[in-house]
């Protein structure tokens, strides 16, 4: 399927590196001109430099916004105060036990994961609705669905951000808009090599070194290997296209079967 943004503005957050950075790729690679976000200029500016150098036509625009505080997101609409496709993939984790998290840690992770999600869509969505088209996601994870022992406050962040998905798809409806987010399963990221080699062997070369690790550790994988990023970022450039306007409300598994679930 051919799916082709152009004319289209894209903001991604936290999209410097990880599945941020490949989603601003795919993104780019349709055509779409894209806003790559990240709290520090030269963060931005590096990443900046990435995408261009693997799309070289590539209309890329420079967003640097702690978009976790209210005047990141200021800041954010006055550099771009129209977007055509929103995808609130900024977010947080790290493993606490679950009595040791603090109110502090709590109230981080709502404000980082979910609230910054609802100021870009509080802002973005009425001039979507008011030219009668326009996609919003939400980056969630099957932790929204698994939550994780080690890291409750990350999955409760995550399942928050399906209900805000659902509400705001309400408040869309039928103006145009289609408002989704999207469950994805373990993903090779930047540091997860390292982790997998500290629980499989260092020998092993990485390809079989991911499908021992997620043989013993990750077992209810159908997909038995981490997922790529790129491989999110083909769902998300799915659902900010035209073929895709029937698809709303939902939340879009690219789990590699994780969740053992039937429904998507």
């Given at each position: 399927?051919?799916?082709?943004?152009?004319?289209?503005?894209?903001?991604?957050?936290?999209?410097?590196?990880g599945?941020?950075?490949?989603?601003?790729?795919?993104l780019?690679?349709?055509?779409?001109?894209?806003?790559?976000?990240?709290?520090?200029?030269?963060?931005?500016?590096?990443?900046?430099?990435?995408?261009?150098?693997?799309?070289?036509?590539?209309?890329?625009?420079?967003v640097?916004?702690?978009?976790?505080?209210?005047?990141?997101?200021?800041l954010a609409?006055?550099?771009?105060?129209?977007?055509?496709?929103l995808?609130?993939?900024?977010?947080?984790?790290?493993?606490?036990?679950?009595?040791?998290?603090?109110?502090?840690?709590?109230?981080r992770?709502?404000?980082?994961?979910?609230?910054?999600?609802?100021?870009?869509?509080r802002a973005?969505?009425?001039?979507m609705?008011?030219?009668?088209?326009?996609?919003?996601?939400?980056?969630?994870?099957?932790?929204?669905v698994?939550?994780p022992?080690?890291?409750?406050?990350y999955?409760?962040?995550?399942?928050?951000?399906?209900?805000v998905?659902r509400g705001?798809?309400?408040?869309?409806?039928?103006?145009?808009?289609?408002?989704?987010?999207?469950i994805?399963g373990?993903?090779?990221?930047?540091g997860?090599?390292?982790?997998?080699?500290?629980?499989?062997?260092?020998?092993?070369?990485?390809?079989?070194?991911?499908r021992?690790?997620?043989?013993?550790?990750?077992p209810?994988?159908?997909l038995?290997?981490?997922?790529?990023?790129?491989e999110?970022?083909?769902?998300?450039v799915?659902?900010?296209?035209?073929?895709?306007?029937?698809?709303t409300g939902?939340?879009?598994?690219?789990?590699?079967?994780?969740?053992?679930?039937?429904?998507?």
């Open positions: 399927m051919h799916v082709n943004l152009t004319g289209r503005t894209a903001l991604v957050t936290g999209s410097t590196q599945i941020g950075a490949a989603i601003a790729t795919a780019a690679r349709s055509g779409a001109t894209v806003a790559v976000n990240g709290r520090t200029s030269d963060s931005v500016t590096e990443a900046v430099k990435r995408l261009r150098a693997e799309v070289p036509d590539a209309e890329v625009v420079p640097a916004a702690d978009l976790a505080t209210e005047e990141g997101t200021e609409v006055e550099l771009l105060p129209e977007v055509d496709i995808v609130n993939n900024l977010g947080i984790f790290e493993p606490r036990p679950a009595l040791e998290i603090t109110d502090e840690e709590w109230r992770y709502f404000e980082v994961n979910v609230l910054s999600a609802v100021r870009l869509t973005y969505l009425p001039g609705a008011g030219r009668g088209w326009g996609r919003v996601q939400y980056i969630a994870s099957d932790s929204a698994v939550i022992a080690e890291m409750i406050h999955g409760m962040s995550k399942t928050a951000l399906l209900a998905s705001f798809a309400k408040e869309a409806a039928g103006t145009g808009v289609t408002v989704n987010a999207v994805a373990p993903t090779h990221t930047g997860v090599e390292d982790f997998v080699y500290e629980l499989v062997d260092r020998d092993l070369a990485w390809d079989e070194a991911q021992v690790f997620m043989r013993k550790h990750r209810q994988s159908l038995q290997r981490l997922i790529e990023p790129e999110i970022a083909h769902m998300v799915y659902l900010s296209s035209p073929q895709a306007s029937a698809t939902g939340a879009l598994r690219v789990d590699g079967g994780y969740v053992d679930s039937i429904l998507p």
